[in-house]
């Protein structure tokens, strides 16, 4: 394992969809509880899926998902402004 993380920082990190790989991770600047994790692929596609570490739900985590098709630097930049729903509901 690596050092400073856990098995669930590791899962997070490394759940991708095919040909998307991580680009950049962020905290919210508001909540701390929430973490952003971007992927892109070599087409410009892009998603961004959202963390919450205490969600209202009483589960551990909740993860939640937006997605682009280009421009990913502005997705990135907006992170915290976007839409993001269940990976169903994003993907499906």
Do not use: C
Not at 5 to 29: C, G, P, W
Not at 40 to 54: F, L, P, V
Request: aromatic fraction near 16%; hydrophobic fraction near 30%; charged fraction near 25%.
């Amino acid at each position: 394992m690596m050092p400073g993380y856990t098995i669930n920082d590791l899962m997070v990190l490394h759940f991708a969809r095919e040909d998307f790989k991580i680009s950049d991770q962020a905290t919210n600047s508001v909540d701390t509880d929430i973490r952003y994790y971007g992927y892109i692929n070599r087409a410009g596609e892009w998603y961004i899926m959202q963390e919450d570490r205490t969600p209202a739900s009483g589960v551990d985590r909740e993860y939640r998902f937006t997605k682009g098709g280009s421009n990913y630097s502005t997705g990135w930049a907006g992170r915290e402004g976007l839409s993001y729903d269940t990976y169903d509901a994003v993907f499906g």
